[in-house]
C-alpha cells in the first residue's frame, strides 16, 4: 500500500521498504545519480527522491520522466543530507505509469491566475490551488461536523425548484421547450407543467424541514443569472443555510458569529502549511486577520447606526451612503477595517431592501435582518428571523407581487402550528476567500461558471 507523501515527510523515524506515487514535479540528473521531486497532492511539500543510476531501467525510464509524469517508487526512508526536509527516499525501483509530453503546460516559471483558470483540469497540480482545495475540502467537512456536533439535520433540498426565494427574477430556466414554445407561453407543456429554475438558495424549502424537525441545514450549489463580472461573483456557487425553530434573530446572529469563528479556527489548526504559504505568498497579514476574528468578538451594530457612522467618516465613497440603500463592499469593509476594526454584525434593514420573508419588526420600518463582515471581503454571511404571522406573510408576499398560490405550501407552515424560526446563508466561496486570502472567486472553486464562460 502506497504511503502519502504527507505521512512521509511528517514520519517520525527510519521506516522499511517504502512505497510512494505521485506526479513529478522536477527532476535533475548528476553523474551517476538523478533527483526527483514527487508530490501527490496531499499536502504543500514535495518529497524528494533518489534514484540511482544502479536501478533496473534507470536509462530508459528516470533519465526520460518529464514534469508532470505520474510514477511509482520503491525504496527505503532515509534521513535527508540536505536541510530541507528531515527524509529522503533511496530508489531501488521506479516505474513511469504514465509520460506527460513535452508541452505540460505547468512549469516552474510563474503563470497568470487568467492562464490558469483556462487549465482547470491542470491547475490543481499548481501549489496555489493544491492548497486551495485542500482547504476547501477540510473546511467542507469542519461545516458539518458544527452543525452535527449541535444536533442539525442535514437536508437536501432541491436544485430544481419553482420559487424564486430572493424575489429577484435573476435565475437560469430549465426547460424542455423550445424557443417558439417558450415565445407562446405553452409553459403547461414543459416537463413540469410550469416554469422551473436551477435554485437561488434552499431556504424557502428548508423552513419546511425546520418547522418540523427542528434545527436543519443544506449545503449545496445554487445558481444566480445575474451578468457579474466581479472578482466576488460567480454564477454556481455554494451556500450553507441552517434554519433554525424557535429561534429569534438574537440566536439567529449568535450562530452565525459561532460558525464563522468554529471554520476559522478548525483552518487554524488543521490548514497550518497551506495558510502558511497563503500567509507568503498571496495575503502577508492573513494570519493576523484570522487570529484576530478566531480570537476577538463581533461587533454589533443596527443598520441606521452603520449609516450614521459612514456618513459621518467623512471618507469619500464611490457608492454615497444613503439611508434606505444596500451597504456596498466599500462601506462594509470600511466599518471592519477601519471603523470598529474588527468583524461586524449589521441588523435590522429598511425593510423595502429586503425580501418577503424578513420579519418586520415593531418599528413598522425595519425587519429583523442581519448580516455577518468580516476584513478584508465584507458581507460573508446573511440572515434573518423569518415572518412566521400568516397576516404579515400575506400583506408581504402581495406588497412584493407575488402569487400567493405560488407558494401555498410556504404559507401553509404558518396555518399549521407556526413557530419564530430564523436562519442564514454562509456563502463557501465568501469564506474560502477570507480564510485564504484569494481575491477572486473563480480561484476557489473547482471549475468556475461566470457569465461567458462554462468550461469543462
Given at each position: ?383 434573518s428571523q423569518r415572518e412566521e404571522r400568516l397576516d404579515l406573510l400575506k400583506a408581504n408576499m402581495a406588497k412584493h407581487d407575488l402569487n400567493e398560490e405560488d407558494y401555498s405550501w410556504y404559507v401553509d407552515l404558518r396555518k399549521y402550528g407556526t413557530v419564530p424560526h430564523a436562519g442564514f446563508g454562509l456563502g463557501f466561496e465568501r469564506l474560502l476567500m477570507f480564510v485564504t486570502g484569494v481575491a477572486n472567486i473563480r480561484d476557489v472553486i473547482p471549475f468556475p461558471r461566470v457569465p461567458g464562460s462554462a468550461e469543462f
Amino acid at each position: 500500500m502506497r504511503t502519502l507523501v504527507r505521512d512521509i515527510l511528517k514520519s517520525e523515524s527510519e521506516v522499511g521498504d517504502i512505497l510512494a506515487q505521485g506526479w513529478v514535479r522536477t527532476r535533475r540528473d548528476s553523474k551517476a545519480f538523478s533527483f526527483i521531486e514527487l508530490n501527490d497532492g496531499s499536502c504543500l511539500a514535495n518529497v524528494q527522491v533518489i534514484a540511482d543510476a544502479t536501478i533496473p531501467g534507470y536509462e530508459e525510464s528516470v533519465l526520460k520522466i518529464q514534469t508532470g509524469a505520474s510514477v511509482s517508487i520503491k525504496g527505503k526512508l532515509v534521513a535527508s543530507s540536505g536541510g530541507k526536509q528531515k527524509w529522503e527516499i533511496h530508489a531501488t525501483e521506479v516505474e513511469v505509469l504514465g509520460h506527460s509530453h513535452d508541452d505540460f503546460p505547468l512549469q516552474k516559471k510563474g503563470h497568470s491566475m487568467e492562464f490558469l483558470r483556462s487549465i482547470a483540469h491542470l491547475r490543481p497540480r499548481a501549489n496555489l490551488f493544491g492548497a486551495v482545495f485542500r482547504v476547501r475540502s477540510r473546511m467542507a467537512y469542519a461545516i458539518h461536523q458544527f452543525f452535527q456536533e449541535r444536533d442539525f439535520i442535514y437536508v437536501h433540498t432541491p436544485i430544481i425548484t419553482a420559487s424564486d426565494c430572493e424575489g429577484a427574477g435573476e435565475m437560469f430556466r430549465v426547460t424542455t421547450l423550445n424557443g417558439e414554445q417558450i415565445s407562446a407561453g405553452k409553459d403547461e407543456e414543459d416537463f413540469f407543467g410550469k416554469k422551473t429554475y436551477l435554485t437561488v438558495s434552499g431556504q424557502l424549502e428548508g423552513e419546511t424541514f425546520a418547522c418540523a424537525l427542528s434545527n436543519i441545514y443544506t449545503f449545496g450549489p445554487t445558481f444566480r443569472a445575474e451578468n457579474s463580472h466581479t472578482s466576488r461573483h460567480a454564477s454556481e456557487f455554494w451556500m450553507i443555510e441552517p434554519e433554525i425553530a424557535f429561534c429569534d434573530l438574537d440566536a439567529d446572529m449568535q450562530l452565525a458569529e459561532d460558525l464563522v469563528q468554529y471554520l476559522v479556527s478548525d483552518a487554524l489548526e488543521h490548514c497550518a502549511e497551506d495558510l502558511a504559504f497563503f500567509g507568503k505568498f498571496v495575503d502577508k497579514g492573513l494570519f493576523e486577520r484570522l487570529e484576530f476574528v478566531k480570537s476577538r468578538a463581533f461587533e454589533r451594530v443596527s443598520y441606521t447606526e452603520a449609516v450614521e457612522i459612514l456618513e459621518k467618516s467623512g471618507k469619500k465613497f464611490e457608492f454615497p451612503v444613503k439611508y434606505g440603500h444596500n451597504l456596498q463592499s466599500e462601506h462594509e469593509r470600511f466599518l471592519t477595517e477601519e471603523h470598529f476594526k474588527c468583524p461586524v454584525t449589521v441588523y435590522n434593514y429598511p425593510k423595502e431592501i429586503k425580501p418577503f420573508y424578513m420579519r418586520l419588526n415593531d418599528d413598522d420600518k425595519t425587519v429583523a435582518a442581519m448580516d455577518l463582515l468580516v476584513p478584508g471581503i465584507g458581507e460573508i454571511v446573511g440572515g434573518s428571523q423569518r415572518e412566521e404571522r400568516l397576516d404579515l406573510l400575506k400583506a408581504n408576499m402581495a406588497k412584493h407581487d407575488l402569487n400567493e398560490e405560488d407558494y401555498s405550501w410556504y404559507v401553509d407552515l404558518r396555518k399549521y402550528g407556526t413557530v419564530p424560526h430564523a436562519g442564514f446563508g454562509l456563502g463557501f466561496e465568501r469564506l474560502l476567500m477570507f480564510v485564504t486570502g484569494v481575491a477572486n472567486i473563480r480561484d476557489v472553486i473547482p471549475f468556475p461558471r461566470v457569465p461567458g464562460s462554462a468550461e469543462f
